[in-house]
């Protein structure tokens, strides 16, 4: 955390903390390092990272051994809600070995609650070595909340290093969260990450996502319907250039009837980058009502980059409507010659065409004129030199 506690930024007490961490150790104690035969990780090198450059020995994990001062308390929580997110953490935590690893050796689990209005979160993480984060973000029920979430990445050297975390969005009954979640990381970052959103009865959660920088980050989203009535919309925008590889993959669990679901990302890659996304539409049997849609598009601007879409869906029930879409390609040789014929040089004609095909991703979020120029502008500097 970059500032102190306040009473909307809190940290379980010690002794939960400690008897939450001895309850994740059967589990714990079962997972591995994922190989690379891994259906979710046969496009992430994952068996070619140098752990011992990242200053990583996943052979000398010991869970709960370090746990901050800062574990003060959760006096603004009743015991019921305590408890009531402690059983959602260990309910939907996926069974991966990256989501577990922050579980056992984060230093504490901080609880972010969610007030009526607009708020901004800052996270900050320096220096080499590895860091390990749980944060949980909540909204009671019937409110209404709009929250900017950075995560910004800082490093003393060039050498290569770790990052990990598990964050949780829930929205309890009949809320509204906006959340644009924004990453800058330097050059040399691993990043593993797991977002899991929960989204109870008649709730509205739409999450924008805009990753930046890193070297190799692989990230699961698990967005969960729980209650009749749920609406959660997952878009964003990345842009890649050098090396960069991003692998995002991105689920729908619809739990109720009456919910709905709807994924949109986009991806620009450039120079050496490689962008993988995976989205799944999961709908179990005899569930009614249910409208569900995916779709990834992906432009490229060099031919050493590349950009992969992989849509999956997994319906059961019959009474649903499901749609899925992907598009890979190259810019527009027609709309690209036709602004060269009307005086623009190509670098204005490659900017202007790359701005029109993340635009409308970035205009459609509910945050201010001046948050949207700031993403259009780190998008810009990354693709295009800023230009």
Same mark, same amino acid.
């Given at each position: 955390?970059?500032?102190?506690?306040?009473?909307?930024?809190?940290?379980?007490?010690?002794?939960?903390?400690?008897?939450?961490?001895?309850?994740?150790?059967?589990?714990?104690?079962?997972?591995?390092?994922?190989?690379?035969?891994?259906?979710?990780?046969?496009?992430?090198?994952?068996?070619?990272?140098?752990?011992?450059?990242?200053?990583?020995?996943?052979?000398?994990?010991?869970?709960?051994?370090?746990?901050?001062?800062?574990?003060?308390?959760?006096?603004?929580?009743?015991?019921?809600?305590?408890?009531?997110?402690? &059983?959602?953490?260990?309910?939907?935590?996926?069974?991966?070995?990256?989501?577990?690893?922050?579980?056992?050796?984060?230093?504490?689990?901080?609880?972010?609650?969610?007030?009526?209005?607009?708020?901004?979160?800052?996270?900050?993480?320096?220096?080499?070595?590895?860091?390990?984060?749980?944060?949980?973000?909540?909204?009671?029920?019937?409110?209404?909340?709009?929250?900017?979430?950075?995560?910004?990445?800082?490093?003393?050297?060039?050498?290569?290093?770790?990052?990990?975390?598990?964050?949780?969005?829930?929205?309890?009954?009949?809320?509204?969260?906006?959340?644009?979640?924004?990453?800058?990381?330097?050059?040399?970052?691993?990043?593993?990450?797991?977002?899991?959103?929960?989204?109870?009865?008649?709730?509205?959660?739409?999450?924008?996502?805009?990753?930046?920088?890193?070297?190799?980050?692989?990230?699961?989203?698990?967005?969960?319907?729980?209650?009749?009535?749920?609406?959660?919309?997952?878009?964003?925008?990345?842009?890649?250039?050098?090396?960069?590889?991003?692998?995002?993959?991105?689920?729908?669990?619809?739990?109720?009837?009456?919910?709905?679901?709807?994924?949109?990302?986009?991806?620009?890659?450039?120079?050496?980058?490689?962008?993988?996304?995976?989205?799944?539409?999961?709908?179990?049997?005899?569930?009614?009502?249910?409208?569900?849609?995916?779709?990834?598009?992906?432009?490229?601007?060099?031919?050493?980059?590349?950009?992969?879409?992989?849509?999956?869906?997994?319906?059961?029930?019959?009474?649903?409507?499901?749609?899925?879409? &992907?598009?890979?390609?190259?810019?527009?040789?027609?709309?690209?010659?036709?602004?060269?014929?009307?005086?623009?040089?190509?670098?204005?004609?490659?900017?202007?065409?790359?701005?029109?095909?993340?635009?409308?991703?970035?205009?459609?979020?509910?945050?201010?004129?001046?948050?949207?120029?700031?993403?259009?502008?780190?998008?810009?500097?990354?693709?295009?030199?800023?230009?």
């Amino acid at each position: 955390m970059n500032s102190s506690l306040t009473k909307n930024r809190l940290v379980l007490t010690k002794e939960r903390y400690t008897q939450f961490n001895t309850s994740l150790l059967e589990i714990w104690n079962q997972l591995e390092i994922p190989k690379d035969s891994e259906e979710s990780w046969r496009k992430f090198p994952i068996g070619s990272v140098d752990w011992k450059e990242l200053q990583f020995d996943p052979k000398e994990v010991n869970p709960g051994s370090i746990v901050s001062e800062e574990n003060t308390v959760e006096q603004s929580l009743s015991e019921e809600t305590v408890q009531s997110l402690l &059983a959602d953490i260990l309910k939907y935590t996926p069974k991966d070995y990256f989501a577990y690893l922050n579980l056992v050796v984060a230093p504490y689990y901080e609880i972010i609650l969610l007030e009526e209005g607009e708020s901004e979160f800052d996270f900050e993480e320096e220096g080499d070595k590895p860091k390990h984060s749980v944060r949980i973000f909540y909204l009671t029920k019937g409110k209404t909340s709009k929250t900017q979430i950075r995560f910004q990445n800082h490093h003393l050297s060039e050498d290569l290093h770790l990052s990990s975390s598990l964050d949780f969005y829930i929205a309890g009954d009949s809320s509204y969260l906006e959340i644009l979640d924004r990453e800058s990381s330097d050059l040399d970052l691993y990043r593993f990450r797991n977002v899991c959103i929960l989204g109870h009865n008649d709730s509205q959660v739409k999450y924008h996502h805009y990753p930046m920088g890193g070297f190799r980050s692989k990230l699961f989203l698990h967005a969960h319907l729980l209650g009749k009535g749920t609406e959660v919309t997952v878009d964003g925008v990345s842009a890649l250039g050098g090396r960069n590889l991003k692998d995002l993959d991105m689920e729908m669990f619809h739990h109720a009837d009456f919910t709905t679901s709807k994924i949109s990302y986009k991806a620009i890659v450039t120079d050496k980058a490689h962008h993988i996304f995976t989205g799944n539409l999961i709908i179990p049997p005899n569930l009614k009502k249910v409208t569900a849609h995916q779709e990834s598009f992906n432009l490229s601007l060099n031919k050493k980059a590349r950009a992969e879409a992989n849509p999956k869906l997994e319906v059961l029930a019959e009474d649903v409507s499901c749609t899925h879409g &992907a598009t890979v390609g190259d810019i527009d040789e027609e709309q690209y010659f036709y602004l060269l014929s009307r005086g623009l040089t190509p670098e204005e004609s490659k900017s202007l065409l790359v701005t029109a095909f993340y635009g409308e991703t970035i205009q459609s979020i509910g945050f201010s004129d001046e948050v949207k120029l700031s993403l259009e502008s780190e998008i810009k500097e990354i693709l295009v030199g800023g230009k």
